[in-house]
């Protein structure tokens, strides 16, 4: 065995971990050099000073404090626990709140689709009507906040609609015979979604 | 867990243990009343956490663990690493270096020369010399509570044996020096 082998297994060799025949060969080279038993009797000192440290003994009141503060911990606990029992309850209640409310929203493909309904209930497209028959009129949701324009040939005649509860009512006088276009916009103020009605119709004349 | 059950549980906990922690603690920072408050501290998180626990560890285990850790994280926040050195005037033991033949006066000083030191040395060595020494765990375990191997934890622990005797004959030169 030489130093280098020596001094790699002195750890062990000092905690009488090794088997006996390391053992052996440890001892031998102790037996012929001086340099290994120096470091030897080091290691030795070492391992007894290491293994002489005393246990530190802790405070007195350290166990009282954390029994104190787990007392303590158990109180609020306790204190909280009818409100945690109750926490689902209030769970239950916000979610169906949050729900509520989020239904009540209305939703913009919802609208689009609400907006795209509108229809014309008069005239069909390119039917004939007697003059006092022709009435344009447009059903819309009524809770909901529309804006709207309605040409006739062209010419802007809304301030000459009525808007009652969701429904556009036009009844243009004087028509003349022949095929008239009306055209509604229609916006929804809450979702910005917007539609468009374009009707042809034929007017007897004359009426 | 029922709250009997678990406070119960903390107690057995703490008569085995508690001097144990605090002493792994106290050696890891070298501060009595700060080892204190850590210790309270890993207590009252293991109390917490009981519930939580799978017994995929021994109780000790699995408190080293806490211990480590939550100390570990107090040091850095805290910077409570304390430096010792051989020129500096706290580390007293250095300038005072009775002969190795001295028998008991020699061991007293160098004792407490080690004590001094082992707070300063570096983390990963101070810790198996903690365990190993101080707290009587086998390599096995100790590998198990630092989640390395056993491998390392002997050859860590050499190497901080190898620093504390370095230290000492350092300090046993600058002693001799100082006369």
């Known amino acids: 065995m030489n130093c280098e082998e020596f001094r790699s297994k002195l750890g062990e060799f000092v905690r009488g971990e090794l088997g006996e025949a390391e053992r052996a060969e440890m001892e031998e080279h102790l037996r012929v050099c001086p340099d290994c038993r120096a470091e030897y009797e080091r290691e030795i000192r070492i391992e007894e000073l290491l293994s002489g440290v005393e246990r530190v003994t802790p405070p007195q009141g350290l166990r009282f404090e954390i029994l104190k503060e787990i007392n303590r911990l158990e109180r609020k606990r306790k204190r909280l626990r009818p409100l945690v029992r109750l926490a689902p309850a209030f769970a239950m209640i916000f979610i169906l709140l949050v729900s509520y409310l989020w239904l009540r929203r209305p939703a913009p493909a919802e609208l689009e689709a609400a907006a795209f309904q509108v229809d014309l209930l008069s005239p069909r497209d390119k039917e004939v009507y007697l003059p006092d028959e022709v009435k344009v009129v447009a059903a819309l949701y009524p809770e909901r906040d529309y804006r709207y324009r309605i040409y006739l040939d062209g010419e802007d005649v809304t301030s000459e609609s009525k808007h009652i509860d969701g429904t556009i009512l036009l009844e243009p006088e004087g028509l003349d015979e022949g095929y008239h276009r009306v055209l509604v916009e229609i916006e929804d103020r809450e979702s910005g979604s917007s539609a468009e009605i374009d009707r042809v119709f034929y007017c007897m004349g004359g009426g | ?179």
């Open chain 2, 1 to 179: 867990m029922k709250d009997e059950e678990r406070k119960k549980l903390l107690i057995e906990l703490l008569d085995r243990y508690e001097e144990r922690i605090f002493n792994l603690i106290y050696w890891k920072i070298g501060d009595y009343e700060e080892a204190k408050d850590l210790t309270q501290d890993v207590f009252i998180k293991a109390y917490k956490a009981l519930d939580r626990f799978r017994g995929e560890s021994s109780y000790y285990t699995w408190l080293y663990r806490i211990a480590i850790n939550h100390t570990n994280r107090a040091m850095k926040k805290k910077s409570l690493l304390k430096f010792f050195s051989l020129d500096r005037p706290e580390s007293r033991s250095a300038y005072y270096d009775p002969e190795p033949d001295e028998g008991e006066k020699w061991k007293e000083w160098a004792l407490k020369a080690i004590k001094e030191r082992i707070p300063s040395l570096p983390e990963k060595y101070r810790e198996v010399i903690i365990l190993y020494y101080f707290d009587g765990r086998s390599y096995e375990e100790i590998a198990e509570i630092l989640g390395i191997s056993m491998g390392t934890v002997k050859s860590r622990l050499s190497r901080g044996r190898d620093l504390l005797s370095l230290w000492l004959r350092g300090s046993e030169k600058v002693g001799r020096r100082s006369e």
